[in-house]
């Protein structure tokens, strides 16, 4: 069993930062590709930045310039430097992981974090 679990969240006024960390924790033999995605009240989730093992990365046009996702893979965790924050970056932040463990390959997803930015 792989558990994903979020921090970092929290309220902050716009032009502020924050970053958000996730830790998989559990049996794993491996974690492929993690990424960050979000979810507003009313709307579809969206991925917001995305990595490889090799650290490749991968951003959403709304954030790019703003966000830095990183990792490290010896801690099987990600994070997400969220700085300029605007009131429209206000959602619920998912972490999300394809991980390797003795059933095979799965997707997992974390519980969220919140994350409000006041104007």
């Known amino acids: 069993q792989v558990q994903l679990v979020e921090s970092g969240g929290g309220l902050v006024q716009a032009g502020g930062s924050l970053r958000l960390s996730c830790a998989a924790s559990?049996?794993?033999?491996?974690?492929?590709?993690m990424g960050w995605y979000r979810q507003a009240p009313g709307k579809q989730r969206e991925l917001v930045a995305s990595?490889?093992?090799?650290?490749?990365?991968n951003y959403a046009d709304s954030v790019k310039g703003r966000f830095t996702i990183s990792r490290d893979n010896a801690k099987n965790t990600v994070y997400l430097q969220m700085n300029s924050l605007k009131p429209e970056d206000t959602a619920v932040y998912y972490c999300?992981?394809?991980?390797?463990?003795?059933?095979?390959?799965?997707?997992?997803w974390g519980q969220g974090t919140q994350v409000t930015v006041s104007s």
């Open positions: 999300n992981a394809d991980g390797v463990s003795y059933g095979g390959s799965t997707n997992y």
């Open positions: 559990g049996i794993i033999f491996r974690i492929n590709g």
């Open positions: 990595i490889t093992r090799g650290g490749s990365s």
